[in-house]
């Protein structure tokens, strides 16, 4: 998933701060907190890659740094193993996939360090994906086929389906107030996510595989968010798939509406394969 830097790019060359302020009548705290970013460089925190990155997920990770870098950008990237501490002077946080043993040990381990939590409390940003996303619920069930705590960042539990897989092609219509296009990504769990009332669905599921169904709970919902805590099962990696995503973590990050142009090209075309293998137009 790595990509090239563009002609001439380079990343000792950072863009001043300045052009990325709002005029002082525009300012305004449209998410509900105020910017936490240093002004040295956009501090990207990848949680337990170790554990957590089975399903290509890493590709998030590589995808929102060159979004920034893209935007001149100077970008930190810590990848925090399962036996180091989680910082907590992230901007971004990113959890991925996994299976559910690793999933078990990754919860627990989370528990115990409380570095992600007392992040979020600060105002950082978290990407969630598949097992990441029922991590940051209240609870799941691990491959004990017992109830494990998770860390309550949001206000949904998992339970395990009863029926086949949800696996393939998703495309489902994200919340408006996230200004965001179509999804599209792949879904591979069998997991039934419940949304409680702190939270909203990040989508809702529009075009699927023959077992697809984002969250699993019938509504048709995909994923929950509130404030700057993201969830969601869409793997592709999901960011790769849908760059606009890349671009609200980075909004949230530096506080603004708007970010300057940058080249889609190789995304738009990625995104047009994916959304045509549903059988819709792109």
Aim: glycine share 12%; net charge negative; aromatic share 6%.
């Amino acid at each position: 998933m790595s990509m090239p830097p563009p002609p001439g790019y380079d990343p000792r060359q950072q863009q001043h701060p300045q052009q990325y302020q709002q005029p002082p009548q525009q300012q305004q705290q449209q998410y509900g907190r105020p910017s936490r970013m240093s002004d040295s460089s956009l501090r990207l925190v990848w949680i337990y890659p170790d554990l957590l990155s089975t399903y290509g997920d890493r590709g998030n990770a590589l995808v929102l740094e060159r979004r920034a870098r893209q935007r001149g950008l100077a970008v930190s990237r810590i990848d925090v193993r399962s036996d180091q501490p989680v910082p907590t002077s992230g901007d971004i946080y990113l959890i991925g996939g996994g299976e559910d043993r690793p999933q078990r040990l990754a919860a627990e381990r989370l528990r115990q360090d409380s570095g992600l939590a007392r992040a979020v409390d600060n105002g950082a940003i978290v990407f969630s994906v598949c097992a990441g996303y029922q991590i940051l619920g209240h609870e799941f069930i691990n491959d004990l086929g017992q109830r494990e705590p998770g860390l309550g960042l949001l206000d949904v539990w998992s339970t395990r389906g009863e029926g086949a897989r949800s696996v393939g092609d998703v495309l489902a219509e994200p919340d408006p107030r996230l200004g965001l296009p179509t999804l599209t990504g792949f879904e591979n769990h069998q997991g039934v996510t419940h949304l409680g009332q702190g939270v909203s669905p990040l989508a809702t599921v529009t075009a699927g595989g023959p077992h697809g169904g984002g969250n699993g709970d019938g509504n048709g919902t995909e994923g929950a968010w509130r404030d700057t805590v993201f969830g969601t099962y869409l793997h592709g990696p999901v960011l790769a798939r849908n760059p606009a995503v890349a671009d609200l973590l980075i909004k949230l990050a530096l506080d603004v509406n708007a970010l300057p142009p940058a080249d889609t090209t190789w995304y738009d075309a990625l995104r047009a394969e994916r959304i045509a293998a549903t059988g819709q137009p792109a």
